[in-house]
Every structure is written in C-alpha cells, then in structure tokens.
C-alpha cells in the first residue's frame, strides 16, 4: 500500500511539473506558440523576451508553484514518517525529495506539450522553498547578481543551483541539517547544468545572447 502511495506522488509530481505554464500564458495573451520563439523553452526567460517582464514574472512565479506544490502533495499523501518499498524504508523527506525532481523534470520534459518545457531552474527553486527556504534564498541572490553583473540568464542560473548546492555542502555536514536536502541540491543542480549545455557552449564561444535581448 505504501509503496502504491510513492508511485501516485512520483506521477502526480510529474503531471505538475508537466503543466506548460509560459506556453499556456503565451498562447492566452499573445495568441502565440511560445515554442516557436527564441529559445523555444517555455520557462521565464524566453517569455521575457517574447512578451516582456510581466508575463516572465507571472510564469517564474507559476512555475516555482509547481516545485512547492509536489512538495507539499508528498506530504498529504503519505501523511506518515515513511514509506515501506519492499523491505525497504524510505523516509518521507526522502519523499518529497523525489517528488521535487519529479516535478522539475516534468517541467523539462512536460507530457501535456510534447516534452518541450523549460530548463527546470524555477521548478528546482520552488522545491527547494518548501523544502529548506535557506538554501532557495541564497541560490536565488546568486542567481539575481550574476545576472545583473553579466547580463546572461543562462549564467545567473547556472551560478544559483550550484550556490545552493555549495551552501548544502557545509550545513549538511557541520549543522547536521538532512542529507536529503543535500541530494537535492546535487541531483537539481546537475541536471539543470546539462540542461544549460547548449548555453555553455555559445558562452565558451561568446555567441550568447544576453537576456535584455529580445526573442527572434
């Protein structure tokens, strides 16, 4: 039963992080495909540069929802200290762990839009802010410098997962704070790094476009 419980947060999780949240508001106010535009991602900052920092604000806040959101549905769910897979106890933060990474990648890979979503960065934030509101905080500070230091969307958010990695680090081994969190960080921030690839690539080549730029 407990182990039927974990199956229904991990696809639950998923479908909310599946839901196209920039492409839907895209589609709402501008009566476009934001698929199409730019990057052709769906998360903030391709709306940004398509429909500007309003609507970029709106889907950076919907889509942070959705970390908190399956955070917090693991919670109701299991409702109990663990789950028992097999032989196997799983604890319940270990849970909402995976329900976060649930939703992040369904976030990226979303099945309602063909599995194309955006690169994870608000999704992972939001879990993070339900799960420990520190590390979120410090990761998102970096996030907002290095963009306003360097102008480049992809660097400020690559620069704010690993800070909340890095921050996890310390606080896991010398406050004895959950190793989940720190797994967390780890799994989130390296996924989201791969999914910047293409953005490190054209910022090692100096062909990456800044995010005041707009969309083409």
Do not use: W
Request: charged share 15%; glycine share 12%; with cysteine.
């Amino acid at each position: 039963m407990f182990a039927t419980e974990f199956l229904v947060v991990l696809i639950a999780s998923y479908l909310i992080g599946s839901i196209p949240i920039g492409y839907l508001i895209a589609r709402r106010k501008a009566k476009i495909d934001i698929t199409t535009h730019g990057s052709g991602r769906t998360g903030a900052t391709n709306v940004l540069r398509t429909l500007g920092r309003k609507m970029a604000a709106l889907v950076a806040f919907m889509d942070m929802l959705k970390g908190v959101a399956a955070v917090c549905l693991a919670g109701v769910v299991i409702g109990h200290e663990f789950v028992l897979i097999g032989d196997y106890h799983m604890g319940l933060l270990m849970v909402q762990v995976m329900a976060a990474l649930a939703a992040v990648a369904g976030h990226i890979f979303p099945v309602f839009n063909r599995f194309k979503g955006g690169r994870g960065v608000a999704t992972f934030f939001g879990g993070f802010i339900a799960l420990y509101p520190l590390a979120a905080i410090f990761g998102g500070e970096i996030f907002i410098i290095s963009i306003g230091l360097t102008g480049f969307a992809s660097l400020g958010s690559i620069a704010g997962v690993t800070g909340a990695y890095a921050i996890m680090i310390p606080l896991s081994l010398m406050s004895g704070l959950p190793v989940e969190y720190l797994i967390y960080s780890l799994v989130g921030a390296v996924v989201i790094i791969i999914m910047h690839r293409d953005n490190i690539q054209r910022l090692i080549a100096g062909k990456e476009r800044k995010i005041s730029e707009k969309a083409r």
